[in-house]
């Protein structure tokens, strides 16, 4: 991995890590409350909110960062394509986390070298940045989950 | 308002990986579903498919392929697609069409030829599409899915990798006798022990395969029934297609997340256990008169939170009524005793009907090999990708 290469998000506008701090990025409806990840511009899907439905109640939201793991597996196998697998295919941990705040459960894979053995159902993790996979441009970075402290 | 209606023929083509159209599988299920209720094809005034989003266009709009292969005849025809409960929503087709007086007599057919490994998403590049996202941002493929709620059961419920293992070695037992299971071999908990990790804590074996296979039900009034000499048919008495309620606070394939339960409560009842509440709610009876229920098995540890969805025990309860026994033929309430995913792996719009074929030939005491016996009342269940719901209640 060269230090030189350009870092761009692997997708567009569902994370931010530029303050430092990495958080999702999605969207929160203005009339009642509820944040969407991925982010939902469509209409507020709380069937019971008193908004427009429109769209026009759904702002921009950076969720907060921390988290406990609801549950976590890893992949032994290359997955098919669209996943963009280095040659040889590297093992990877998924886990599901539940946002202390925003009470929702997010997926995301964890750093690299956290495993399913480091890793238990209730533990504290915060998001940060990672690269998901690399071509001769660039690497293109993800959301990821780590271990707090 | 009695809103039976009545199975008169169920019919499978055998599950395996056999390398030919899926068309082929769907017309002798049909063929064999027909010959089943002592009826032939023009009788048929309504066919209802159970779409595959594989094998091209035809697999789209399989209702009319398969009114085609049969021979058109003019029968009036709908082609559904919702993932795995593609099959129910058929279902529920013709049972709408039955139970509206629109027509007598309805044929339900469902199949596919399934590739081999990994389901991928369709082709192209699609950034807009959950499914195709899922795969690219986190490679999180079914199994990955599957081993987080299997883990899941082991932190909250104690569950152990030598539960799932008996799940499959039920399973497996089951459908030593099914001709139409795709594997007939028996399993034992060596044999999971001994087969690969796939996505910890799931093994192979613990993981169902991908299989070609077609089923098909011929379906009726319950008067169109007895007027051609069935006097007491297997029934379908409930019938659930739901959808969840918000906020939808466990994660299902293939979410990136859950709704938030920030400022709505979550609902009384979660999804799964919402998909049989309803069938039953229809139906008229609850978990407690079941004789057997088909569940979909996509893992062993995937069987196990059914249980609990369908009523047979409470939360946290199902590996006690597993290791009871309860749960095998011979037992109390047998679970997959068709030998389930375990034994058949998915054909996907297949897989619903097929449940309910099993349903019908143990309702009709005719599941030989595998009867439970008595069997009065049985539930298949089911989910489909992005909230489809998918249970049907028989009863004789």
Redesign the interface.
Known sequence: MSATKERRP??DG?FTAADGTARLLGTRCTS???????RNELAC????CAGPKDGSELAEYAFSPRGRV????????K???????PDPFVP?T?A?VELD?????????VVPGVG?ADL???MAVELTEGV?YADDEAEYT?WMWRPVG | MNRDIAVLGAGMHPWGKWGRNFVEYGLAAARAALADAGLSWPDVQYVAGADTIRNGYPGFIAGATFAQALGWSGARVSSSYAACASGAQAIGNARAQILAGLCDVALVVGADAAPK??F??VGG?R?DD?D??????????N??YF??????RM??HGATLDDFAAVKVKNARHGLANPNARYRKKVTAEDVAAS???????RLLDICATSDGGAALVLSSVEFARAHGVADPVRISGLSTATPT??K?V?DLP??????????PPPDLAFRPAIAAAAYEEAGIGPEDLSLAEVYDLSTALELDWYEDIGLCEEGGAEALLRSGATALGGRVPVNPSGGLASFGEAIPAQAIAQVCELTWQLRGRAEGRQVEGARAGIAVNQGLFGHGSAVVTVR
Do not use: H
């Not at chain 2, 081993?147 to 899941?152: F, K, P, Q, S």
């Open positions: 692997a997708v569902w009642c409350g509820t944040p969407y990840f991925p899907r709380n069937p019971r609801w549950s976590y597996a890893d992949a032994r196998y997955p098919p394509p669209p996943y963009v697998s990877y998924v599901a705040e925003e009470r929702l459960v997010v997926l995301g894979q399913v238990e159902v209730g998901l993800v | 490994g990994f991928k998403p590049d950034p959950p195709w996202l899922r795969f690219r941002l986190l490679g999180a493929t199994p990955i081993a987080l709620y299997a883990r899941r932190a909250i690969a990790v796939v996505a910890d804590p799931l918000f906020p606070t994660l979410d990136f997340a859950t709704d938030s339960a920030m400022t709505v």
